[in-house]
């Protein structure tokens, strides 16, 4: 990313900046590096600076305030940080993309098991793998397993029907 920002001239439109910088962050968190949160706040910064701005090729969306809230829930989410996590999720909204949303189910599903609230993550990632599957998006089932993987463990009885998606999942893909 950094390789990326360097070679970006100065002269870049600025949700050129905004993109770059919220990537980063997301990386960054994905991490677990908290600095994180500061790309965030200069992506932020870059995106309300560009928010009267004209779309240019090959940024052809703005950037805005909903695009802004899904990255933060995303970079929150994967710091632990719940409650920055689903306040920035219930202002993101819903994707226009049913695979998006369905990626961005799962990471409210992380926000929900770092509040301790593990059945309910449970049942948001079991209806993002449904999605998943129902979409054909890997992408999706694989953030799915790796969200199980990340869970401590815990009663059977919490994760058993997420469990189950996934193992039959491994059935058929044996077939």
Same mark, same amino acid.
């Given at each position: 990313?950094?390789?990326?920002?360097?070679?970006?001239?100065?002269?870049?439109?600025?949700?050129?900046?905004?993109?770059?910088?919220?990537?980063?962050?997301?990386?960054?968190?994905?991490?677990?590096?908290?600095?994180?949160?500061?790309?965030?706040?200069?992506?932020?910064?870059?995106?309300?600076?560009?928010?009267?701005?004209?779309?240019?090729?090959?940024?052809?969306?703005?950037?805005?305030?909903? *695009?802004?809230? +899904?990255? @933060? &829930?995303?970079?929150? $989410?994967? #710091?632990?940080?719940? %409650?920055? =996590?689903? /306040?920035?999720?219930? *202002?993101?909204? +819903?994707? @226009? &993309?049913?695979?998006? $949303?369905? #990626?961005?189910?799962? %990471?409210? =599903?992380? /926000?929900?098991?770092? *509040?301790?609230?593990?059945?309910?993550?449970?049942?948001? $990632?079991?209806?993002?793998?449904?999605?998943?599957?129902?979409?054909?998006?890997?992408?999706?089932?694989?953030?799915v397993r790796d969200f199980r993987a990340e869970l401590p463990r815990l009663p059977a009885?919490?994760?058993?029907?997420?469990?189950?998606?996934?193992?039959?999942?491994?059935?058929?893909?044996?077939?």
């Open positions: 990313m950094r390789e990326a920002a360097g070679r970006l001239p100065k002269s870049a439109p600025r949700i050129a900046w905004a993109w770059l910088c919220a990537l980063e962050g997301v990386a960054l968190a994905h991490l677990g590096d908290r600095s994180a949160l500061a790309v965030r706040d200069q992506a932020e910064r870059h995106a309300e600076a560009a928010q009267d701005d004209a779309p240019v090729w090959p940024w052809m969306f703005h950037f805005d305030e909903r *695009k802004i809230a +899904t990255y @933060r &829930s995303l970079i929150a $989410a994967r #710091l632990r940080m719940a %409650e920055v =996590a689903l /306040a920035a999720s219930e *202002k993101a909204g +819903t994707s @226009r &993309s049913p695979k998006q $949303a369905a #990626l961005a189910v799962v %990471e409210r =599903a992380r /926000a929900f098991a770092a *509040k301790g609230e593990f059945e309910h993550a449970c049942r948001l $990632a079991a209806g993002a793998y449904d999605a998943g599957r129902r979409f054909g998006s890997e992408r999706t089932r694989q953030a009885r919490i994760t058993a029907d997420l469990d189950e998606r996934l193992h039959a999942s491994y059935l058929e893909d044996d077939e």
